[in-house]
């Protein structure tokens, strides 16, 4: 069923600098000098509405008038993976719970010995959806090959088909154009991913999508984007598409008129020798919070991964105009020197789902989790290969003869192999958050910018803003005002004393009665800020 392929030999490649496009914030002031007593009392008087009414920079909100890639922490319909599954068990149990699940197999024979195995787990067969695809190696491994979503300008909705020509190339730390290509073991010439590349149109059909087709490399693991036209990669994704002819130039354009990546940073590879994708370095939490992983201090790519976030990361403003809060994750080594991939963990709805090696660094890895991400359900997976009765077994060997029981990989694990269905008629909120630490002398104005792709429309007065001091248990609520703009709104939180920490969020109701709030798990889970001196 699956054409076997293996690793070619090794090449070496130099330096590629990083490109990347920042934005600036520039805020207005309103000034006002009184003529007479009249106006001066006429000020006073109006001052808080006048606040309320004034416009405010268009850069401080997304503009809405361009294609857009849809993030991970977006509302989902459900999640899509292999069968025969390179995830255990106990992950589609779980997923089968909290989601809906579309289990990709090939034919009604494969078909069939799923929903034996799902009907021995005591699965609901109403939250199964087959997907039926020509399997190959690729197939799998759904997160490189599989569709994004991108929301158009017009608020239609279509899965991307990007190229996925050579698999999973390899390389080492530097970037330039030599790439080690899978090698096929029947044929003895390059592998190409016949089957991969040409499944989202298939996929799509039987998902009632239509397709989105972009002619370059954007492979998914390597591709993280915060829905408002960031995008990380590593400079590999630049290899393989220079490789298959397109240019840097034609890359950063492309991706900028068709997907919406005004805003595409590309980091420097971060493995000796490995497919580098950026899922195993990096998560995008929200548009502010970056978490990225840290090897222990006695590991060869510690020093790596520090002058990446030193040197590249942390010069970086998100869409906003904001450096980002970067947030570590702590690894631990599974054998030698292959590390755990905590950040290779799937966020989907309320639910982070986080690969866990049986090692002393898993319990960290949790409890780091919990913290960056609050009121969400943090779930820790493990993979004993050797306890699962279901399994694609034939990918599993290389695991077994490196005497290793765990199906997690250093460099592929658990988002790897899953892709959520988003949900095409969800209502879009991106918040432009006040600053971690605000300056007494500064307004705490929070930024939403709003898209209902649904045909229900928002409820009169239904966009409010939640907010308290920390540590109080009622929450004060306000309706946020429009920036003369059905997309743009804002709210300012009143000023506090020094030290005060405020908690907030972001609550949306449409016509039908549904809430919908950001962050998504609020008020369990909210955004946060302090008042410090100038």
């Known amino acids: 069923m699956n054409e076997e392929i293996i690793k070619p030999t090794y090449t070496k490649k130099?330096?590629?600098?990083?490109?990347?496009?920042?934005?600036?914030?520039?805020?207005?002031?309103?000034?006002?000098?009184?003529?007479?007593?009249?106006?001066?009392?006429?000020?006073?008087?109006?001052?808080?509405?006048?606040?309320?009414?004034?416009?405010?920079?268009?850069?401080?909100f997304y503009s809405s008038n361009t294609n857009r890639v849809a993030a991970e922490w977006e509302p989902a319909k459900g999640v899509m993976f292999a069968c025969p599954p390179i995830i255990p068990k106990e992950l589609i149990i779980e997923l089968a719970k909290d989601t809906h699940i579309y289990p990709i197999v090939d034919g009604e024979k494969e078909k069939a010995i799923a929903m034996e195995w799902f009907s021995k787990w005591e699965i609901d067969s109403t939250r199964i959806t087959f997907i039926d695809l020509k399997m190959d190696s690729d197939i799998p491994y759904v997160r490189d090959w599989g569709p994004a979503a991108v929301f158009l300008k017009d608020g239609g909705y279509k899965l991307v088909d990007a190229d996925f020509v050579n698999s999973d190339p390899f390389t080492d730390r530097a970037c330039n154009d030599s790439l080690e290509l899978h090698i096929s073991k029947k044929t003895g010439m390059?592998?190409?991913?016949?089957?991969?590349?040409?499944?989202?149109?298939?996929?799509?059909?039987?998902?009632?999508?239509?397709?989105?087709?972009?002619?370059?490399?954007?492979?998914?693991?390597?591709?993280?984007?915060?829905?408002?036209?960031?995008?990380?990669?590593?400079?590999?994704?630049?290899?393989?598409?220079?490789?298959?002819?397109?240019?840097?130039?034609q890359f950063y354009s492309l991706n900028d008129s068709l997907l919406g990546y005004n805003n595409y940073h590309v980091t420097s590879n971060f493995e000796s020798d490995g497919i580098q994708h950026i899922d195993c370095f990096l998560k995008i939490i929200d548009e502010q919070t970056l978490l990225v992983a840290q090897p222990p201090l006695d590991h060869e790519l510690h020093d790596v991964y520090e002058n990446i976030v030193d040197n590249e990361l942390s010069k970086l403003k998100n869409p906003y105009g904001h450096a980002y809060t970067i947030k570590r994750i702590r690894l631990g080594r599974v054998i030698e020197e292959y590390l755990t991939a905590y950040t290779n963990s799937l966020i989907l709805n309320k639910n982070v789902y986080v690969p866990l090696y049986g090692v002393g660094s898993d319990s960290l890895a949790i409890e780091t989790w919990k913290s960056v991400m609050p009121g969400y359900t943090i779930k820790g997976l493990r993979f004993a290969i050797d306890e699962q009765?279901?399994?694609?077994?034939?990918?599993?060997?290389?695991?077994?003869?490196?005497?290793?029981?765990?199906?997690?990989?250093?460099?592929?694990?658990?988002?790897?192999?899953?892709?959520?269905?988003?949900?095409?008629?969800?209502?879009?909120?991106?918040?432009?958050?006040?600053?971690?630490?605000l300056a007494l002398t500064d307004e705490a104005i929070v930024y939403a910018t709003i898209r209902d792709y649904s045909d229900q429309g928002i409820e009169d007065q239904g966009i409010k803003i939640h907010w308290r001091i920390k540590g109080n248990q009622l929450w004060n609520t306000d309706t946020m005002f429009s920036n003369n703009s059905k997309h743009h709104w804002y709210s300012m939180i009143p000023a506090q004393e020094k030290n005060t920490a405020i908690e907030y969020y972001v609550e949306i109701t449409s016509k039908d009665g549904k809430s919908i709030t950001r962050p998504m798990t609020a008020p369990k889970g909210s955004y946060e800020f302090k008042y410090v001196s100038q």
């Open 389 to 437: 009765p279901y399994l694609a077994s034939s990918l599993f060997e290389s695991f077994k003869e490196d005497g290793v029981n765990t199906g997690w990989g250093p460099d592929d694990a658990l988002h790897c192999r899953t892709r959520a269905v988003w949900d095409s008629e969800a209502v879009f909120i991106s918040v432009n958050q006040v600053v971690t630490e």
């Open 14 to 60: 130099p330096d590629f600098p990083e490109q990347a496009i920042h934005k600036t914030i520039v805020k207005h002031k309103t000034n006002m000098k009184p003529y007479s007593l009249f106006i001066l009392l006429f000020f006073l008087i109006s001052c808080n509405q006048e606040k309320k009414v004034k416009t405010h920079d268009a850069s401080n």
């Open 190 to 249: 390059n592998y190409h991913s016949k089957n991969a590349d040409s499944s989202i149109v298939p996929l799509a059909n039987q998902l009632g999508s239509e397709v989105f087709k972009v002619p370059f490399t954007s492979t998914g693991g390597n591709v993280l984007t915060d829905g408002i036209g960031t995008a990380f990669s590593t400079c590999i994704l630049l290899t393989e598409n220079r490789f298959n002819g397109v240019s840097d130039e």
